[in-house]
């Protein structure tokens, strides 16, 4: 009976060693990170999360859509750490509710807003004034209620003396990628969209003209870390990712300027 325990004992140590040791400096918390994201940033936040994952050792889910809509799921307490808001105003908001720690807020992005129509098409456009031309039926833009593209677009055509002639036109999207598609489709004569979202689209469409920037809001886009996060270290170096250099170099990649003039 000895010897059987023995053996037992030294099977036992003999497993243990084989187990994976944690480096050191490793992060011991390897759940999932939660980051509700502006659906313009898809492409490079996918990317950027890649790079997160492959240096922290954690995974990280992403929930995109208009910023809106995710600023309601966090005002309704949706288990989020980490928001990315294509406009300050939705940030804003749920900053002047308390839902995120003010201290971690900053601007990482800056986009541009611009007029594309399908590639196909025959319409000669090239200003945003063209829109009101009885030639364009169809403009697809973000609705304005949930989506800040939809926000910086209704701006745009106020100023320009613009709405009025061009609202029963509009076809409202759910977001950004949503105008985009409809572009792509050729189902709208035009789409109002970020200039990130019409590079992705490529030869699909083709660009009509750009926004002048006197013309509406700063396109600004800010993070922040959600105030009831169980992940503060987490989610931290995932804000701190994006605004590094390394972030930034991805983000610059699909398109995005720096929010530093």
Known sequence: MRLLLILFALIIVGCQSNQPKSLPGAPENTENL??????????????IGELYSSKTGRSVSFNFGAS?????????????DVFASAGEKQMNEIADKGLIDAATRRDFARNTLVMIVPQDSKLKLTAFADLATPEV???????????????Y???LFENGNLKNTVQPKLILAEDVRQVLDYVVRGEV??????TTDARIAGEKVRFAATAPEA????????????????????????VDLVGGAEGQTILQKYGFASARK
Not at 137 to 151: E, L, R, S
Not at 189 to 194: E, F, I, K, L
């Open 215 to 238: 013309g509406h809001s700063p396109i600004l886009y800010p993070i922040a870390i959600i105030r009831d996060t169980r992940q503060k270290q987490a989610a931290q170096e995932f």
């Open 153 to 155: 677009t209704e701006q």
């Open 68 to 80: 809106g809509a995710l600023q309601k799921q966090i005002e309704s307490g949706a288990p989020v």
């Open 34 to 47: 939660t980051v509700s994201a502006a659906a313009s940033l898809r492409d490079a936040f996918n990317e």
């Open 137 to 151: 039926q169809k403009i697809a833009v973000g609705n304005p209620k949930t989506v800040p593209a939809g926000q």
């Open 189 to 194: 004569d035009a789409g109002v969209v970020y």
